[in-house]
């Protein structure tokens, strides 16, 4: 085997966001940049060297010829195990269960999620640390500062069997490659959290009863084994479930604006009495029931409230988290059940340590993510089948399971608005909302406000983050939220949140978009959108 040893120089734009590297495909293209990517990972993670590495991805277009480079990568690094899904696919939650259940240090998941795939689309790469959780603040740091002083980057010369070819490979004297199924592993883990039976009685009860929408991206292949062949279902309730590199042309994003037709079918009288759909990587889930969908806020609200019918969890639950934008309603419930309530900056790598440690075993984002402690990403087909066996615990509908909670414990009514805006004109919104938080407090549009700008310490490592978005609060239970996106790959997108508390004896039955235009037009004129940018039409409603 001849190692090379490749001279390069540093890219300046390979710091990781939310979730990992993503950029256009056609950056990822250029010479060196995945390699000097890569590298900068095996030179921060020295303890890969001698030890078990998975690697998966969405099947998103280049994904292969990446899974490619990083084999030949790892061998040169000294990496003595592959672990890879048969043609370098895996979901991203089956991807972190198997470096846990492996036993591996780490794992490289070749995911640019949801965002557009195809040759003009995005790519990108993320690091997830033993025990399959993402890299944490710390670490992407150290990864960023290495991609700026990197020389050179090993790459090992060998030939390399075909990727679909399950079973064990020699790659040299020192590395064997594993090329696994995908799928089992990841089924065999949903069959221990739930009880299967009972589901299987709630989906065979009518034809009809529930659907699935993989948006031809990697879960339908994960959601045909879980739901038809596991439990029975009719292969008609799988929609796009076979998986395309560039998703058949959408943006597989499970939300109400990108996944609109899937949305429509629950409108009709003849609807289903279940939705539940997934994003590019499988890690997202949107819950939808007859004419209605379910904000990703009150989902995990519902879940932790209702967490006793769901056998991985029942009698276990010590504490829960959200992510700062996340709607208080995880909250409310938290107190109920008198166990504590992490806020956390967006972003799953938050999580991670308080699963790792044992104080939290469910958690979530209002962006289409939920999960518990099965796993350290957050998991969309696990989310689906919650709301399977709480409808077949509770024999009741998506809409009695939703009232039923609001009249317990009040509602939180919740909205994201989204701004595309150019670079400049997101930093200086931004700018402009920092001069509320040096004052605290203030007073606009009729309301008294308290402003701040969210910090937040992991308790367990005690690392600080600081501007993770800036929060106003009114002394009436309402909320408003500001942060920039960190997973695009263009300019800049601005994310409002927007969130208001009512009692359970108040009226929680009021539509969504009335209660919340107050709080619109305030963030508008607290963020100064009009004359700052010009546009105050928000990009995606969701
Ligand atoms: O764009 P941002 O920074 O707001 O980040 C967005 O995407 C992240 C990654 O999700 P996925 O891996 O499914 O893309 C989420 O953790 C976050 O809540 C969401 O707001
Ligand atoms: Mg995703």
């Given at each position: 085997?001849?190692?090379?040893?490749?001279?390069?120089?540093?890219?300046?734009?390979?710091?990781?966001?939310?979730a990992g590297?993503r950029?256009?495909?056609?950056?990822?293209?250029?010479?060196?940049?995945?390699?000097?990517?890569?590298?900068?990972?095996?030179?921060?993670?020295?303890?890969?060297?001698?030890?078990?590495?998975v690697i998966g991805g969405d099947g998103r277009?280049?994904n292969?010829?990446?899974a490619?480079?990083?084999?030949?990568?790892?061998?040169?690094?000294?990496?003595?195990?592959?672990?890879l899904g048969a043609d370098a696919i895996l979901s991203t939650p089956a991807a972190a269960h198997l470096v846990a259940l492996?036993?591996?240090?780490?794992g490289f998941l070749l995911t640019a999620s949801h965002n557009p795939g195809?040759?003009?689309?995005d790519f990108g790469i993320k690091?997830n640390?033993?025990?399959g959780g993402q890299?944490?603040?710390?670490?992407?740091?150290?990864?960023?500062?290495?991609?700026?002083?990197?020389?050179?980057?090993?790459?090992?010369?060998?030939?390399?069997?075909?990727?679909?070819?399950?079973?064990?490979?020699?790659?040299?004297?020192?590395?064997?490659?594993?090329?696994v199924d995908p799928v089992n592993a990841h089924a065999d883990l949903m069959e221990?959290q739930f009880?299967?039976?009972?589901?299987?009685?709630?989906?065979?009860?009518?034809?009809?009863?529930?659907l699935f929408d993989a948006m031809h991206a990697v879960t339908g292949p994960y959601a045909r084994e879980v739901f038809v062949r596991r439990?029975?279902?009719?292969?008609?309730l799988l929609l796009n479930a076979s998986p395309r590199e560039d998703f058949a042309?959408g943006h597989p994003d499970p939300n109400?604006?990108d996944a609109?037709?899937f949305?429509?079918?629950?409108?009709?009288?003849?609807?289903?009495?279940?939705g539940g759909a997934s994003d590019g990587d499988g890690d997202r889930n949107m819950i939808?029931?007859?004419?209605?969908?379910?904000?990703p806020?009150?989902s995990?609200?519902?879940?932790?409230?209702?967490?006793?019918?769901?056998?991985?969890?029942?009698?276990?639950?010590?504490?829960?988290?959200?992510?700062?934008?996340?709607?208080?309603?995880?909250?409310?419930?938290?107190?109920?059940?008198?166990?504590?309530?992490?806020?956390?900056?967006?972003?799953w790598?938050?999580?991670?340590?308080?699963?790792?440690?044992?104080?939290?075993?469910?958690c979530g984002e209002?962006s289409f993510g939920t999960s518990s402690?099965h796993v350290r990403e957050k998991d969309g087909l696990w989310a689906v089948l919650a709301w399977m066996?709480?409808?077949?615990?509770?024999?009741?509908?998506?809409?009695?399971?939703?009232?039923?909670?609001?009249?317990?414990?009040?509602?939180?009514?919740?909205?994201?608005?989204?701004?595309?805006?150019?670079?400049?004109?997101?930093?200086?919104?931004?700018?402009?909302?920092?001069?509320?938080?040096?004052?605290?407090?203030?007073?606009?549009?009729?309301?008294?406000?308290?402003?701040?700008?969210?910090?937040?310490?992991?308790?367990?490592?005690?690392?600080?983050?600081?501007?993770?978005?800036?929060?106003?609060?009114?002394?009436?239970?309402?909320?408003?939220?500001?942060?920039?996106?960190?997973t695009?790959?263009?300019?800049?997108?601005?994310?409002?949140?927007?969130?208001?508390?009512?009692?359970?004896?108040?009226?929680?039955?009021?539509?969504?978009?009335?209660?919340?235009?107050?709080?619109?037009?305030?963030?508008?004129?607290?963020?100064?959108?009009?004359?700052?940018?010009?546009?105050?039409?928000?990009?995606?409603?969701?």
């Amino acid at each position: 085997m001849t190692i090379k040893v490749i001279e390069t120089t540093p890219f300046s734009d390979q710091k990781p966001g939310t979730a990992g590297l993503r950029e256009s495909v056609a950056r990822f293209r250029e010479p060196h940049y995945l390699n000097n990517f890569i590298q900068s990972v095996f030179d921060s993670v020295p303890d890969l060297a001698g030890a078990r590495l998975v690697i998966g991805g969405d099947g998103r277009h280049f994904n292969r010829e990446a899974a490619q480079t990083l084999i030949r990568m790892a061998v040169a690094n000294g990496v003595s195990e592959i672990i890879l899904g048969a043609d370098a696919i895996l979901s991203t939650p089956a991807a972190a269960h198997l470096v846990a259940l492996e036993g591996a240090a780490g794992g490289f998941l070749l995911t640019a999620s949801h965002n557009p795939g195809g040759p003009d689309g995005d790519f990108g790469i993320k690091f997830n640390v033993r025990g399959g959780g993402q890299a944490s603040a710390e670490l992407t740091d150290r990864i960023h500062a290495r991609s700026l002083q990197i020389r050179e980057y090993r790459e090992a010369h060998i030939p390399l069997p075909r990727l679909d070819d399950i079973g064990l490979h020699s790659l040299s004297e020192g590395c064997r490659l594993r090329i696994v199924d995908p799928v089992n592993a990841h089924a065999d883990l949903m069959e221990s959290q739930f009880d299967f039976p009972a589901i299987a009685r709630w989906l065979q009860a009518r034809p009809g009863r529930f659907l699935f929408d993989a948006m031809h991206a990697v879960t339908g292949p994960y959601a045909r084994e879980v739901f038809v062949r596991r439990l029975g279902g009719d292969d008609s309730l799988l929609l796009n479930a076979s998986p395309r590199e560039d998703f058949a042309g959408g943006h597989p994003d499970p939300n109400p604006v990108d996944a609109a037709d899937f949305v429509a079918r629950f409108a009709t009288a003849d609807a289903p009495d279940l939705g539940g759909a997934s994003d590019g990587d499988g890690d997202r889930n949107m819950i939808v029931g007859p004419g209605r969908m379910v904000s990703p806020c009150d989902s995990l609200a519902i879940i932790c409230a209702n967490h006793d019918c769901i056998p991985g969890l029942a009698g276990r639950l010590k504490g829960v988290a959200r992510s700062m934008p996340t709607s208080r309603a995880l909250d409310t419930v938290a107190q109920a059940l008198g166990i504590p309530c992490h806020e956390t900056p967006t972003g799953w790598r938050f999580f991670a340590s308080l699963l790792d440690a044992g104080q939290i075993q469910l958690c979530g984002e209002e962006s289409f993510g939920t999960s518990s402690d099965h796993v350290r990403e957050k998991d969309g087909l696990w989310a689906v089948l919650a709301w399977m066996q709480m409808l077949a615990s509770h024999n009741c509908s998506v809409d009695e399971l939703l009232e039923r909670h609001w009249q317990r414990f009040g509602r939180h009514y919740f909205v994201r608005h989204d701004h595309a805006l150019s670079s400049e004109q997101g930093d200086a919104v931004m700018a402009h909302l920092d001069q509320h938080t040096d004052r605290g407090r203030l007073t606009l549009g009729g309301y008294e406000l308290s402003a701040d700008s969210f910090s937040y310490t992991d308790p367990i490592s005690g690392h600080t983050v600081t501007r993770q978005g800036i929060r106003l609060h009114t002394d009436t239970g309402g909320r408003i939220v500001f942060r920039l996106s960190g997973t695009g790959t263009q300019g800049a997108t601005l994310r409002i949140y927007l969130e208001q508390a009512v009692a359970a004896d108040a009226d929680w039955r009021q539509d969504r978009d009335g209660v919340l235009e107050p709080l619109s037009r305030l963030a508008l004129e607290a963020a100064n959108l009009r004359k700052l940018c010009g546009e105050t039409t928000p990009t995606a409603v969701i």
